[in-house]
């Protein structure tokens, strides 16, 4: 039996005006770690107030998850930025979700980028120092996610930030860590057991194997389950129970 422990985490907040993304109700009841989208790539104001207030009802950490200013591309189309434009408007939506926090008395977790925005700054180290300190001088205090190995954790260590590092079940990687661009076929992972597989091997053995064969060293502390597809809820809790039954403790990073 293992002695790890994990933190899951999904995307949500993501419905805006009359539509309907996810199936945020269900999704909170059975992750650890909420990324709530802030209102740039999806969300608004009545969605922020009422995914906080899902997400503190069933004890999830709550977390701002900033996007590009992209509602029609649900920030994932890559988009030419300024540095200091990212800082600015990663500010801005922290600050957004952290008012609702205020509202519901809850305090803020984490933050994790989104789509295009958190791809570019694992790479990118200008648009990684400026989420980090956006983040650092907003509230110290708060966790930031950044996928294993990025510009985005070298830059949040930079500033004394404590980070999260973050892996995908439901994505397929590139030799370089990188996830699979979502225009590649085989960028997803639909089938449960493989997913767990590879969630496994990445908690027990810090390594992945991507998409040619190659062996990724790899840190997990907190896992990704996308919310906005249909099958969403069925695979967080296939994984959360296969987890548990290997022994592995499911818990909100900084507790």
């Known amino acids: 039996m293992s002695n790890h ?11 805006f005006g009359a539509y309907t993304i996810g199936l945020d109700d269900e999704v909170l009841k059975v992750i650890t770690s909420a ?3 802030c209102g740039y790539h999806a969300g608004d104001h009545n969605t922020m107030f009422d ?9 999830a950490g709550i977390g701002a998850h900033p996007g590009l200013p992209d509602l029609m591309g649900f920030g994932r189309r890559n988009i030419v ?13 922290i600050g957004a979700l952290k008012g609702f926090c205020h509202v519901h008395d809850v305090e803020m977790n984490h933050v994790k980028a989104h789509g295009a925005l ?14 980090a300190r956006s983040v650092k001088n907003i509230d110290s205090h708060l966790i930031l996610f950044g996928l294993s190995g ?7 260590e930079k500033y004394g930030l404590r980070t999260a ?6 994505r397929t990687y590139q030799p370089d860590g990188t996830l699979t661009p979502r225009s590649d076929e085989q960028a997803m992972i639909t089938d449960p057991d493989q997913a767990v ?32 597809n249909p099958h969403a809820l069925n695979f967080v809790e296939q994984l959360r129970e296969r987890l548990s039954d290997e022994g592995i403790a499911i818990r909100r990073i900084g507790e």
């Open 165 to 170: 590092s973050e892996v995908f079940a439901d």
């Open 118 to 131: 958190y791809n570019m700054a694992a790479s990118d180290a200008a648009i990684a120092d400026a989420i």
């Open 35 to 37: 990324n709530i989208a």
């Open 5 to 15: 422990q994990i933190d899951l985490n999904s995307d949500v907040g993501e419905s």
């Open 51 to 59: 995914t906080v207030k899902t997400a503190t009802e069933n004890g």
């Open 197 to 228: 597989r590879q969630v496994l091997q990445m908690i027990n053995d810090n390594r992945v194997i991507a998409v040619d064969g190659t062996a990724v060293d790899i840190k997990a502390d907190t896992i990704c389950v996308h919310g906005d």
């Open 150 to 156: 990025s510009e985005l954790i070298n830059a949040g």
């Open 81 to 93: 930025v300024d540095p200091e434009d990212v800082y600015h408007f990663v500010t801005y939506q």
